[in-house]
């Protein structure tokens, strides 16, 4: 077995993604030792009953100290604080990193608080379930699935090879991208779908001619899966969108202009419109199964990921 990438990686936050890097690590020996760290005593104690790292912290310091990785695992409303209370603690030659949904707004928060001689480069892994906390994770979440590295300025190029290897160990594929692109990407492939999944399940609500129960009880694929990501977590989506404002909103008025040209499609009975742009439409998603990212079976190849969490 080869020797680990990082004698000490502190993972702050114990939801899904830092679970899920703990399992992958541990499979694949990237960590010496694993220390962490999450705001709440209840999943701090349910990290520790389960075993999830070698050692639960009191603190976000206390986990940091002495780390050769730390990996802030928080909402992103929530780094600013964790990187000013670590900042004291962070020794000579660590890497900071994160895995964030929004880039620019976690650079803008973390970076005044990084010592010099520390390494930070935000990381973004774009993997994840609608399930959360310490018990959600598993090794495989990563495998064949993208991971962003966005360095900062001056980011040392020795450092991230070193992150970027342990993303590939943990099953990932590694694309470097610039933090504004990034946030402009994902507005189009999380963010705003992600916004629309909330929006037509409120619609769902606030229609009374269809009750609850029906909502429920006739949920065909279409719902169904609008549901499966408007159950991730609030207080993270929140985040997401208070600090990608602009290229969630720039993204959110074309989905606008292209919804008002389906409506006048519709009204106007044009067919040839809908069946053009729903041939285009299709191609898109072949193509993200074609890539890999996802499979045609009518659960989108959640049913065996689904089993093995309810086993």
């Not at 900042?87 to 608080?113: C, F, N, Q, W, Y």
């Not at 495998?143 to 090879?161: F, K, Q, Y």
């Not at 989905?255 to 041939?279: K, N």
């Amino acid at each position: 077995m080869s020797a680990p990438i990082y004698g000490r990686v502190a993972l702050i936050g114990l939801g899904l993604i830092a679970s899920s890097m703990a399992h992958a690590m541990r499979r694949a020996n990237l960590a010496g030792e694993i220390t962490g760290h999450a705001r709440s005593a209840a999943t701090r104690e349910t990290a520790a009953e389960i075993g999830l790292v070698d050692r639960v912290c009191d603190t976000a310091a206390e986990a940091a100290d002495g780390a050769d990785l730390v990996v802030l695992c928080v909402p992103v409303g929530a780094m600013e604080a964790v990187a000013r209370e670590i900042a004291p603690v962070l020794k000579p030659g660590a890497t900071v990193s994160d895995v964030g949904s929004v880039k620019r707004a976690v650079i803008e928060a973390v970076a005044p608080h990084i010592p010099e001689g520390v390494h930070f480069i935000p990381a973004h892994p774009l993997a994840g379930t609608e399930h959360s906390g310490p018990r959600a994770g598993f090794a495989e979440l990563f495998d064949n699935r993208w991971c962003l590295i966005v360095p900062v300025e001056n980011s040392d190029a020795a450092a991230t090879a070193r992150l970027s290897a342990l993303w590939e160990g943990m099953g990932a594929h590694v694309d470097v991208m610039d933090a504004d692109h990034h946030d402009l990407v994902l507005a189009v492939t999380s963010h705003t779908p992600h916004l629309i999944a909330y929006t037509m399940v409120g619609v769902a609500d606030d229609l009374r001619r269809v009750t609850d129960s029906e909502v429920i009880k006739y949920s065909a694929a279409g719902f169904r899966d609008f549901t499966r990501i408007a159950a991730s977590d609030p207080t993270m989506w929140r985040d997401v969108f208070l600090t990608n404002k602009e290229a969630t909103l720039e993204i959110l008025g074309r989905f606008t202009e292209e919804l008002f040209a389906l409506q006048r499609a519709i009204r106007t009975g044009d067919g040839d419109h809908l069946h053009d742009y729903f041939t285009r439409t299709r191609a898109i998603r072949r193509g993200i199964i074609e890539a890999g990212q996802d499979t045609a079976a009518p659960d989108f190849g959640r049913g065996a990921a689904s089993a093995r969490k309810e086993g």
